[in-house]
């Protein structure tokens, strides 16, 4: 059973930092990309940030140079640091596993950040 499961979420003052971590478990984790992803309220889900099992690692323009994705393949676990948080970062943010070549994808129950003064 494929479980990911997201933690560190929370409130914020502006200009202040969270980290969320993504443990998975019963999947392969280093054949996977692995994925932050967000909706705020009323708006489409949308990438963050992902990191292939290749090391290559992209982010959206809007959090560039703020947040960092990293991996630790031998704990399974993906994590986003976020800095510099902006009250437009609110939004619940969900991991993400996806393997291409089997077409397989899988979601986390999602984690509320919420940047407010």
């Known amino acids: 059973q494929v479980q990911l499961v997201e933690s560190g979420g929370g409130l914020v003052q502006p200009g202040g930092s969270l980290r969320l971590s993504c443990a998975a478990s019963?999947?392969?984790?280093?054949?996977?990309?692995m994925g932050w992803y967000r909706q705020a309220p009323g708006k489409q889900r949308e990438l963050v940030a992902r990191s292939r099992n290749s090391g290559s690692i992209n982010y959206a323009d809007s959090v560039k140079g703020r947040f960092t994705i990293s991996r630790d393949n031998a704990k399974t676990t993906v994590y986003l640091q976020m800095n510099s948080l902006k009250p437009e970062d609110t939004a619940v943010y969900y991991c993400?596993?996806?393997?291409?070549?089997?077409?397989?994808?899988?979601w986390g129950q999602g984690t509320q950040v919420t940047v407010s003064s």
């Open positions: 019963g999947i392969n984790f280093n054949l996977y990309i």
């Open positions: 993400n596993a996806e393997d291409k070549v089997l077409d397989l994808n899988y």
